[in-house]
């Protein structure tokens, strides 16, 4: 009800601050017998740790990953998987002199006005620290996805307004910006280079694709397949906008261009993104996720304080000048998570 | 579980098909105390209709919405309150004679692929008839947001690739298409009639604000404010995409162009679209929502019969070639939905 | 959250008050191409319904079912299952005089506490009449659960003080009382015929068991098969107790009796009520419901009315002097509705 | 979905086996602003804790907690609050030598039925150590009730046949069996040491009371006051029953006799164990719960084994001879659960 759950059947409920002593999950409804790959989760979790190249933050975390239960034998029980990591390099310092600002682009004030709190820690718990611990479910969720053939990927599509204009899914985790396109790559790492040297950031666009999906999964009115998609990619920290398939070019089209053809083979385009009325249609599963430039600039900015006094602020601390390559496996996690909640809903449909 | 449930404290489960004897409502949670006006309801209902201008299918719909429990003296009793129309004008028959092929664009498919039945008249559940129940329980909801000074509003912002140039909200009203700009208007008329002369469709942009919503509403993890309204926003047959205040732009931006200032006298610009953190900060909340052309066209597209064979098809029936100005009323409904649920899940937030 | 729903995948959402124009049930979850028998609802509403023999209250409600939505030429399409009854035999102002005034063992003070609206209409929704779309849904999750070889069947063990000292299933429905022993049923209709002539009523102990049900159903923790019959079955209104298996019997013996031996052909007894750490074991599942006699009786009582003042109140009206044998349906509906429920949960246990 | 969560505004999610290495849960739904006291944590951890006396087991888990989220400087910060306990005494190989067979009286085959695995390290899941978790959060949640005057007690009215004759609740917490009479204290000890003595066990009947709750706790329809309790209480491992107030002694009474009349003053008995028509009426909450004698037991008993053979066992390993005095602070906790979630939901039923 607190919104720290996620997911119906395959539900995924987190805790964990930034600035406390750790992080972790529970997954409840993993089915039993499935094998449980721990160097997978902590793939993944390498692959968004902060640290991990030139571009990103240089806090060091290693989030190592702890599965406490729901695992014997390296296989699922089926009861609740759950993981925790330990937060080691928290330096609060560095945040306590901000503790009086409400940063701008941050959800400092809302948090302030809701709970009647200020956990002046470094975001506490609208870190996006909180995040590795959907990625460690997610992790979980593409090998419930993997024992039905389907599987999930991401990439950086554009980056400080530098697109991709190749898409080579074989060399996105080559590129430290994730990028389909090596060339751009560069280019999007210069970006990032001249905005951190203007002491500001830059933001981007992730595509995402699910393959394998079988028609069928979703529900037709309130769960529609792209609805929970929606759901669960706004749910992360800086997505300001998510559009399935042809998205918001769909509307400029008539509905003969934009329909896409039925043939025998399957279809002939695939404008709808793979859903149709809410439903996988058996077709790949796209869409794309816009997230804003890192909200945490060292520019001084004007605010105020807890008093309402004008003021200004430079949010020093060490951030990422751009968050768009640590979380493509965010995404893929939380769209690993949709699915694996829908095929397993899907099982139900049918006497 | 199977999605015909929306919300958490102020709970929506709708039934109901295009084409049975009527469709319904049940909202759980609205508080007692609340002042019921039927009036306002059909007012809502009214503008979703089919049949409301020269734009729309000429299907007649009466729409008569009927309160069977919860309002006891024009005031709600804190019980399930449920609500009802009756389908008066089928005629199943339009539809027979596709009870063999998959429309391109519609649901048809994932719908007989997940439940291995094909209910043929005129998408069942899927239909968009199956809005109405939605608008009904928003008009309600947006009662319980009126005793907190909170509204909600929207508008066609584009309608077949022809934009408003001004936003005057006074006149959306007072034009078939729901436009804020009166000349703009025309010109989207103009546009439906075109695509109708070719037996083919448009699609559109709605915008969406709600005012008064005071810092605070929203949960910072899974339940984020923008990642409610996405998953209902997208749960609206047609929608492709939806964006939040600087939406697909803000990645084009820095972080210092994109960021909100705070200044005493509140933001001094709303990228944010009155969203950080997932939680309200006090400004108004914006959105757009990308919706696609009416799949329903009389144009010839390519299918397949159930068998799997190459065919074509004709969706003749009496069809909205633009569904975007009867959308508009849905996504205002499902918008309070929203924000009902919310104001109501922030009363447990402090102690 | 309000309560007015029930169940996860098999998830059942009520409305209506005695008084108001009608009620209903919309089912979501109903598995697709389940045959659904409008027969079988109506028989198990016509054992519920007033005025069905002498023992019961006179009102007349012919509770005359309509299914809204979900069934499809006889068959569950897999879509939101609804139905409605009309009320009909009002009678409001038998209850207007009771308007100023709570009634002893009623839930009237608890409601106006917690709503502070005061609906005198004969209870509203803490009307016994609610538990009719219980039984309506209830026959619904008795067809699921017929496709996989289970049956619920119920009866009145003890009426007024007077037990069924055998038990012939065959009988149950042969006598008003729902007693398993025809000359038990006979003391038992003249006990409530000695108390309605005293203006007084009487309560009595429900028996139920559920056949077929295979080893495997309940989930461990919390959602424990026997926790879920726990929690349907004390939801019934006026049950004050429930007994698994050998229940408050249980603590009396020692581990070594109580515990049901384990033979290659079976269990050897079953006073485990066939539940072993919350999930079935394969044996019948027995429990037993203990239901307090009518608080609405003729007999004069002390109490108070809305402004505190002490007073005395005759409830006249047309009420049951024993509810028993109307619960009986109303039990074996919450228990199918439990067990549907778990069957279509179990299914994601494993991979 | 797979009943590791409870609870709906205050939600709590657990996980750990016995032989894992830890246990732990997640409170989603603290209000922010509410003192932790993680002493009156560890203190009912203490009441819970194996080794606590001569007539518990002689394992020894110290059980001590760690909060890993939610509180800052001693006060809930409205995010998910996380505990965990670490395994320390495990000794798995006790446990090796069953593995092939299934204990009477444990849910072993319903396990290995349901999830196809057999996780044989002493109950798993399903061990009566996963109640420590619960004792952590219903601690928790006492400490919100606390903030509205409302508090719960326990204590053991039966033991092995003995039932305590007075009620003095100072003394509970003197005698290692938790018993309201020092008298009847001594015979349970001797009664627990006899069946010990024998290698068999005894079970019990636990007594609960909640002080100061509010007329209007509790939910009319499916969510009422006395069904979620007894969700609550059923979902103990061994709890085989519950009654509420007069409970199994109401359908003995007649109307007259059963009705709480309601004087000016208050009740003049309290027959409806605080609770009218599922919503607390201002009464003292009161209910039984019976629990079951032990399951493990050294005596030698028929069972089979994962072939279906025929075989005798002997469940050595260290069992509690008697689990009821461990129990009480279980129920309490479950208790406060119960009522902490439905003090949230009454905030939302009036406008």
């Not at 190249?53 to 239960?69: A, C, G, H, N, Q």
């Not at 993981?83 to 409400?102: K, W």
């Not at 001249?194 to 079988?214: K, L, M, T, Y």
């Not at 800086?238 to 089209?253: D, R, V």
């Amino acid at each position: 009800m607190s919104g720290n759950t996620f997911g119906e059947l395959f539900r995924v409920t987190t805790f964990g601050e930034s600035h406390g002593p750790g992080l972790g999950v529970i997954i409840d409804g993993v089915p039993a017998g499935v094998k449980i790959d721990e160097a997978l989760i902590q793939r993944d979790l390498d692959r968004r740790r902060p640290g991990q190249s030139k571009v990103s933050t240089m806090r060091k975390e290693p989030d190592r990953v702890e599965i406490l239960s729901g695992v014997f034998e390296g296989v699922s029980t089926g009861t609740s998987l759950a993981m925790v990591i330990r937060n080691t390099d928290q330096r609060s310092q560095d945040y306590g002199r901000l503790a009086e600002l409400f940063r701008p682009g941050h959800a400092d004030l809302g948090f302030f006005k809701k709970y009647g709190v200020r956990d002046y820690r470094g975001g506490g718990r609208s870190s996006g620290r909180e995040t590795s611990m959907r990625v460690a479910a997610g992790a979980v969720a593409k090998m419930v996805l993997a024992t039905m053939g389907v599987s999930v990927r991401a990439c950086s599509m554009m980056i400080g307004g530098v697109y991709a204009e190749t898409v080579d899914w074989s060399v996105v985790e080559e590129n430290i910006v994730r990028s389909p396109d090596l060339a751009a790559a560069e280019k999007m790492v210069a970006a990032i280079r001249a905005a951190q040297a203007d002491r500001d950031s830059v933001g981007g666009i992730i595509c995402c694709e699910a393959h394998g999906v079988p028609a069928g999964w979703g529900e037709p009115v309130f769960d529609k397949l792209d609805a929970l998609l929606a759901h669960a990619i706004l749910s992360i920290g800086g997505i300001k906008g998510i559009e399935i398939g042809a998205g918001f070019e769909a509307p400029k089209k008539r509905g003969s261009e934009n329909n896409d053809s039925i043939l025998p083979s399957g279809f002939a385009s695939n404008h709808a993104g793979g859903i149709l009325g809410g439903i996988s249609n058996g077709d790949v599963i796209t869409f794309r996720a816009a997230m804003k430039p890192t909200s945490s600039i060292a520019k001084k900015q004007h605010t105020i304080d807890k008093e309402g006094n004008a003021t200004e602020i430079e949010v020093l601390g060490r951030h990422d000048p751009c968050l768009v390559p640590r979380a493509v496996p965010v995404v893929e996690a939380m769209t690993a998570l949709v699915l694996a909640d829908l095929a397993l809903r899907n099982r139900a449909a049918r006497i």
